[in-house]
């Protein structure tokens, strides 16, 4: 039981390249989420998935798509990087909703340097 | 929509010393508190978590936290500060109804002084 896995851990891309960060679980969670850390920001959500094939916007959507095709998959793309998207991501899941008591399982993060 | 302020950016105590990281939030339910911890370079690592019942959580690494409904606050404590617990923390606050994503504070990085 791996948990929650990202690849890449760490990649420089250039203004304007594109790129897609993979975010996997073997843990048959529903809900899948995506966020990103800058310093002094916390971590703010850019899209989440309700289950295989859906997602939704989260706080900070603008310049990245995601893809829910498997259950257990959850990409983020970005189509044109920019400096701005320079930051780490973190991938997060969990089976159910919180009324179950659940909490968020995170992934160990992909440090992404757009120059 | 619910928010969460941690007032403190950072703090700053002696090893053996006691600490309480403040947090502040926002909801119009009964809300779903956590607080994680991420060391640096690390991933977030769940401390505690309170969903209901008794308003003092007990958590991993020594820490409690005080739910306090009518000052709106889930401030994080410890008795005795270790050096291993420099590190940033989180609040975190849950919405239910659909999306159950979590909004975080913005963090308090603590450092501890031998």
């Known amino acids: 039981n791996a948990g929650v896995t990202q690849t890449p851990k760490f990649r420089v891309l250039k203004t304007g390249q594109s790129m897609t960060l993979l975010c996997a679980q073997d843990m048959n969670h529903e809900y899948m989420y995506w966020y990103r850390q800058d310093p002094g920001m916390g971590l703010r959500l850019i899209h989440y998935?309700?289950?295989?094939?859906?997602?939704a916007k989260g706080e900070v959507p603008d310049g990245y798509n995601v893809s829910r095709l498997k259950k257990q998959n959850f990409l983020l793309g970005l189509e044109s990087a920019a400096p701005s998207q320079t930051s780490v991501y973190f991938c997060?899941?969990?089976?159910?909703?919180?009324?179950?008591?659940?909490?968020?399982?995170f992934g160990p993060g992909t440090r992404l340097t757009v120059l | 929509a619910q928010s969460v302020t941690q007032p403190d950016i950072h703090i700053t105590v002696s090893e053996g010393a006691s600490l309480e990281l403040r947090c502040n939030y926002s909801?119009?339910?009964?809300?779903?508190l956590f607080w994680y911890v991420q060391s640096p370079g690390q991933g977030l690592q769940l401390l505690l978590k309170?969903?209901?019942?008794?308003?003092l959580v007990q958590g991993i690494k020594g820490f409690e936290a005080e739910f306090k409904r009518s000052q709106s606050s889930f401030n994080l404590r410890k008795p005795s500060v270790h050096w291993s617990d420099a590190a940033e923390y989180f609040c975190?606050?849950?919405?239910?109804?659909?999306?159950?994503?979590?909004?975080f504070g913005k963090g308090t990085k603590l450092t501890v002084n031998p």
């Open positions: 997060a899941s969990y089976p159910s909703g919180l009324a179950g008591g659940n909490e968020q399982f």
């Open positions: 975190a606050v849950g919405a239910t109804g659909g999306s159950e994503k979590l909004v």
């Open positions: 998935s309700v289950g295989e094939g859906t997602t």
């Open positions: 909801y119009g339910a009964t809300p779903y």
């Open positions: 309170y969903f209901s019942g008794d308003t």
